[in-house]
């Protein structure tokens, strides 16, 4: 059974930063991992997702001001966020699959990922 879990979330304010992490609980070398984020009464959206090779992709509403990174000794993975948004508020999942052939923004869906953690809470005010 693979476990994940999110720590990093909390309050900020509106052009501040905020560094998510998510531990497995084995090793993650060959395995899609990313961000979503939901807000209620919306889909889960993908914000970030790292592949086996470290290929990195970002949704349009974060790329620029967000970094996707893996420390696979670790098995960490991590979101910086930076020059927050108060529509980057929103509950932040870390996600991971294996075996996925294009690990991509918008080639993949919350529905083709496996293994999800609790969910950080993130709330950024103006």
């Known amino acids: 059974q693979v476990q994940l879990m999110e720590s990093g979330g909390g309050p900020a304010q509106a052009g501040g930063h905020l560094k998510l992490s998510c531990v497995l609980s084995?090793?993650?070398?060959?395995?899609?991992m990313g961000w979503f984020r939901q807000v209620p009464g919306k889909a889960r959206e993908g914000v970030a997702l790292i592949g086996p090779a470290g290929w990195r992709s970002y949704a349009d509403s974060v790329k620029g001001r967000s970094a996707i990174s893996k420390d696979i000794d670790k098995n960490t993975l991590y979101l910086d966020m930076n020059s927050l948004k108060p529509k980057d508020s929103a509950m932040y999942y870390c996600a991971a699959q294996d075996a996925l052939p294009d690990c991509i923004v918008g080639g993949l869906t919350d529905a083709d990922f496996g293994y999800w953690g609790q969910g950080t809470l993130v709330t950024v005010s103006s």
């Open positions: 084995l090793s993650s070398r060959k395995w899609c």
